[in-house]
C-alpha cells in the first residue's frame, strides 16, 4: 500500500471514531440527563422532608415551653416556624395569578380525661400560613374553653396517655413538586411531633 493511500486510510479511520464517538454521546446523552435531574429532584426532596420535619419539633417545642399561651403567641410562633422551609417555596400559583399555600401548620392540645379517651381541647392553624385543603389528622376540637369536652383525638404513632396527661400534637403538611421529574415524586410530606407541656398543663383555649 503506497504512502498516499495509507495517509488517507489513516484519515478516514479517524472521522470514523470520531463519528462513533459522537453518536455514542448523542444516544447516551438523555440518560445521563435523566440521571442528573433525578439527582437534582431527590437531593431537593431530601431538603423539603428534614426542612418539614424540623418545623414540627421546633414548633412542639417552642409551645411547651409557654405556662400559659394566646392566640397572639401561637401566631407568632407558627409564622416563625413557616421561616424555616426557605429557602424553599411556601405558595404554588394554581389559577392565574392565584396562589395557595404548600404549608399548613396546625397545633392541637390533647388531653384524657380519667377513664376516658383523649380528646382535643384546642386546636391552632393561622398566621400567614394557609390550611387551604389540608386538615387535621389528630382530630377536632370541642367548644369549650376548660377542655370539659372536645373530639376525641387520634394519636399518632401508637402513642397513650395516662390519666390526667397533656400533650401539645404540631402537623406540618407541605406540598413538594419537584424541579424537574414531576410525575414521580410530587407528593405532600406530613410530619407530627408530640411533647408534653414543661411548666403546666395548656389545656385552656387561647384568647
Partial sequence: MSPMVEKRFASWRHRARRGIAALEFALTLPIWMALLLGVGDGSYFFLASEKTDRIAYTITDIVTQYQTISLANLA????AGAQLMQPLPTTIT???SDTSSRLTIIVSSVYKPTGQNPIVCWQYSGGL?????????IGSPGSSTDCSSGGTATLPNGLTLNNGDNVIIAEVSYRFTPLFVDQFLAQTLYRVAVY????????KKPT
Fill in 76 to 79: 407568632d410562633i407558627v409564622l
Fill in 129 to 137: 400560613v394557609s390550611t387551604s385543603g389540608v386538615g387535621s389528622l
Fill in 94 to 96: 394554581t389559577t392565574g
Fill in 196 to 203: 408534653k407541656p414543661r411548666l403546666s398543663p395548656l389545656t
